[in-house]
């Protein structure tokens, strides 16, 4: 594969899983390192007031990963988190969560059962919020066209 060809999807799922590997190795590796020095430090007794007055977090990436991740995510900000695609989905996913939340607000009869008996202990809000909350994204597209008629 040359460089300039864009990346399979396995390709693609082997160069995430690379990845997150290596930040997670390097995360507790450093980890690990961090809390060896405090455990030294204080003659392997170590109190809580010891773990506050550390001079540094005890968990966290090593400089070189630290610095490799601040790139990444600058890259992702840049690319994929700011792309005019993946606003508009968000956007498009916002409209969908708003008009279900006022939807069940104005018709609670349309919740399942089994969120009606909710009722009984919380607030409307509190219980149309949960309801949602545990949706699937797909299953939020479905409810929207059932009770919208569009998605």
């Not at 980890?31 to 430090?41: F, N, T």
Request: glycine share 4%; charged share 25%.
């Amino acid at each position: 594969m040359r460089p300039d060809e864009p990346l399979t999807e396995v390709a693609r799922h082997r160069v995430i899983r690379r990845l997150i590997n290596g930040l997670v190795t390097d995360l507790l590796t450093e980890s690990s390192r961090r809390i060896d020095a405090l455990l030294r430090a204080c003659g392997g007794q170590v109190s809580v007031d010891d773990v506050r007055r550390w001079p540094t977090p005890l968990i966290g990436y090593p400089p070189e990963t630290e610095q490799m991740n601040r790139a990444l995510k600058q890259f992702l900000y840049a690319h994929m988190y700011t792309h005019p695609h993946t606003q508009q989905m968000a956007a498009q996913a916002e409209q969908v969560l708003s008009d279900l939340f006022a939807t069940y607000l104005r018709r609670p009869e349309q919740l399942p059962e089994s969120a009606r008996a909710r009722l009984d202990e919380l607030p409307l809000p509190r219980v149309v919020c949960d309801y949602i909350a545990g949706m699937t994204d797909r299953f939020a597209l479905r409810a929207h066209a059932e009770l919208i008629g569009r998605a």
